[in-house]
């Protein structure tokens, strides 16, 4: 196969070319999603599969532990791989390429290789050294020392994690500039897989108890060391996919570069926008360390949140993926109709696949968190405290999607200021709705995510007023069009779950699992049919081009 040639990993171009109208050949776009979407769903079904694990094994509590410990590295992946780092040099590199060539863009990669290296090193280092003092800062409410011995503890083995995802990252950046989506998509994937089976394995060598089936704070060490396994594993995979791309492997040290700095100008001011949210969670694990739940309450947000990632990954990220690099190319040109075109119809893509998830998950929520979590040492009430924020997460669902297409554009237009400005806005106003909650009216870690989730919704709707007045016009008419058409989807899909609830799943305590799951499964099934079905009579642009994918893809089977 030639350098050329198209390779599974890599659709082919017309996802960026303009017809003779000017708009975006959208049909390659949602192509180009379905397959990130099927690389993302294995990196998302086997985080869900370790946080099984780690909930089964360990119980709420030591699981709160250990994610308070990964909250920081995990955070500034976050960031790095699909926030910041990642949309400032793809807009970077992609320019590069269309003005000056492969050559002077592999050059750009190897220099942000070097700063990242360097620079991330310096931050694993301080975030050894200085751990006892950022677990106590960030878990102010915890009284027991034994877990903030553990945490401590847990912190100084995985903060390395944080210059492996920095350089995943960039290599990542380069391979969506080259239109190579699926091998970086699925390279999460094996993070995950390399966190299981390291975990696993290591726990076995170095918990006794693990064997015994008593397992110890020595497990969780274990499986701490094994998200650095699976960071490598992250990295590694890319690396073939990077050399066939053309990539001369190598580090320049020689920062004073036009590329460089145009990458840090955009990074820092993409780095308090996309972290948002991010900072939203940091915060509301910092409050929930003062609700009733302490150490429990870590894990009960993050298996909620665990769940909205899942179809935010699937599709948020996703879309976003394949629209970043479309739009920075586009935008060499001005704000055309194409760049609006191709932005509203992300936003639509992420409208038509995330709303009947946040339906479902909200009204199936205990159902979900039953089937999926209690295991092991996770009881039902761990299941009840888990379903509350699931709902909220469930709401902000949908806006959280579409900020991961709608806020990276503002940086391809040179607006890298706006949502930096709007994220600022939101983290006082979630922290000040959860100060009130927590010290004024002492409600549980409920209201953290239902404030996360306002946030949400104030964030998107702020910078699509933005986006639309920077754009002149985003095809707002569209846009409502297919809202109303996808709402009468979404209750026709609400009536299924409701109905299942009140006949099939209403005696859900006492079934055995093989019945739940066939009871559940049978109700999704059915609910995801009546929704696409629904939209497709409705005529809505998405639900055609995805059942025209699907179709194609059976056939060629």
């Not at 620079?119 to 280092?125: I, K």
């Not at 936003?347 to 999926?372: C, D, H, K, N, Y």
């Not at 297409?405 to 709007?422: E, N």
Request: hydrophobic share 55%.
């Amino acid at each position: 196969m030639s350098d050329n040639a198209p390779s599974p990993d890599q659709p082919r171009r017309p996802a960026d070319s303009k017809s003779a109208t000017g708009t975006v050949a959208s049909p390659s776009q949602a192509r180009s999603t379905s397959v990130v979407s099927i690389a993302i769903l294995c990196s998302r079904v086997l985080g869900l599969v370790r946080d099984q694990l780690l909930n089964g094994l360990f119980g709420a509590h030591l699981t709160g532990i250990f994610t308070a410990a990964f909250r920081t590295p995990n955070m500034l992946r976050d960031l790095f791989a699909e926030g910041a780092l990642s949309t400032a040099f793809v807009t970077t590199f992609s320019k590069r390429i269309k003005t000056e060539g492969d050559e002077a863009a592999w050059l750009l990669g190897r220099k942000m290789l070097a700063l990242s290296i360097c620079f991330m090193s310096m931050v694993s280092l301080a975030g050894i050294a200085l751990a006892p003092w950022l677990v106590r800062l960030l878990n102010p409410g915890w009284d027991d020392p034994r877990s903030l011995a553990i945490c401590t503890e847990l912190v100084r083995i995985m903060y390395p994690f944080i210059t492996l995802v920095s350089v995943t990252a960039l290599v990542m950046g380069m391979l969506n500039s080259k239109k190579v989506f699926f091998i970086p998509a699925l390279a999460s994937a094996f993070f995950n897989l390399g966190c299981i089976i390291g975990g696993v394995v290591l726990a076995w060598f170095m918990d006794p108890g693990f064997r015994d089936g008593a397992i110890t704070e020595k497990g969780l060490q274990a499986f701490a060391i094994g998200t650095l396994v699976g960071g490598v594993m992250q990295l590694a995979i890319q690396i073939p996919s990077l050399r066939r791309a053309g990539f001369r492997f190598g580090l320049d040290f020689k920062w004073r570069d036009k590329g460089v700095g145009e990458v840090l100008q955009l990074m820092w001011p993409s780095l308090i926008a996309a972290g948002g949210t991010q900072i939203g969670v940091l915060l509301n694990s910092i409050f929930a360390s003062f609700t009733p739940g302490k150490e429990s309450a870590v894990a009960w947000l993050a298996n909620a949140q665990r769940l909205q990632q899942l179809p935010l990954g699937l599709f948020g990220v996703a879309v976003a993926t394949v629209t970043l690099p479309m739009l920075a190319r586009l935008a060499t040109e001005g704000i055309t109709p194409a760049f609006r075109g191709a932005l509203a119809k992300g936003l639509r893509l992420v409208l038509f696949l995330t709303l009947p998830s946040a339906i479902g998950l909200s009204l199936l929520a205990e159902e979900i968190v039953s089937i999926l979590f209690q295991y092991g040492r996770f009881t039902a009430a761990d299941v009840a405290a888990t379903a509350g924020p699931l709902q909220a997460y469930a709401f902000g669902l949908v806006f959280y999607s579409a900020i991961k297409v709608l806020q990276p554009a503002f940086y391809t237009i040179g607006r890298r200021f706006v949502p930096m400005q709007v994220s600022l806005g939101i983290i006082v106003f979630t922290a000040s709705v959860n100060g009130f909650t927590v010290f004024v009216l002492e409600w549980d870690h409920t209201a953290l995510a239902w404030a996360t989730a306002a946030g949400l919704m104030l964030n998107f709707a702020t910078l699509y007023l933005c986006m639309k007045k920077f754009a002149n016009g985003l095809e707002t008419r569209a846009l409502l069009g297919a809202l109303v058409r996808l709402a009468a989807g979404v209750a026709c899909m609400a009536l299924v779950c409701l109905a299942a609830k009140a006949t099939l799943l209403s005696g859900w305590a006492g079934m055995i699992l093989l019945n739940k799951a066939a009871a559940l499964g049978g109700t999704v099934t059915v609910a995801a049919a009546v929704y696409f079905y629904v939209t497709q009579k409705l005529r809505v642009e998405e639900a055609g081009e995805f059942t025209g994918i699907l179709t194609r893809r059976f056939r060629r089977k």
